[in-house]
């Protein structure tokens, strides 16, 4: 038997963090922040894709950024629907190999991408972060990567920047997503 020894300096310390610690989980105004840029968990979007391919430019003074879902090695059904969030907001959906694309203010964001339903298993909600220093007159690209084969299940969910021409070239053969929250 291993006995240890903790001084009262340690359990002292201990038990303030474990008060501390859901304080860290909360913004100034007392209400809970989701991590790395994601927005609460309830949030849902209905997604509807279309075969246009629109790509614009950012607004003056903002950045523009394209979320591409691609589910090129995604071999179910049915597809998943991925929220994006920034900066702790969520900000759009995707369905299946489709994208949008949203503004920034130029400066640093946290980006997020989580699928909006659990996956079967237990795995819960496959998220993904990821970091943006966003300036102005700038478009980028980041591209979530869906994996899920028949033998093994889901394998994983990737979120990457692209490079703008590889961006292009994606969203090009891609669909567009329009969404709007479900009630």
């Known amino acids: 038997m291993i006995r240890l020894h903790v001084s009262g300096y340690t359990k002292v310390l201990t038990v303030l963090f474990l008060f501390a610690a859901p304080a860290f989980a909360q913004d100034a105004a007392g209400t809970a922040v989701a991590p790395g840029g994601c927005g609460l968990d309830n949030a849902k979007f209905e997604v509807k894709t279309e075969k246009q391919h629109p790509l614009g430019q950012p607004q003056a003074g903002k950045a523009l950024v394209y979320l591409i879902e691609d589910d090129t090695e995604y071999g179910s059904f049915p597809r998943p629907t991925v929220r994006a969030g920034v900066d702790g907001v969520w900000v759009g959906a995707t369905h299946g190999d489709s994208y949008f694309s949203f503004t920034v203010d130029p400066g640093e964001h946290h980006l997020c991408a989580s699928w909006q339903t659990e996956v079967a298993l237990g795995h819960g909600h496959p998220t993904a972060a990821a970091h943006l220093s966003a ?49």
């Open 135 to 183: 300036e102005a007159g700038v478009v980028y690209f980041f591209r979530v990567k869906n994996k899920w084969t028949r033998d093994f299940g889901f394998l994983g969910m990737d979120f990457q920047p692209l490079d703008p021409d590889e961006g292009q070239l994606m969203a090009s053969k891609f669909s567009f997503s329009t969404f709007h929250p479900k009630n």
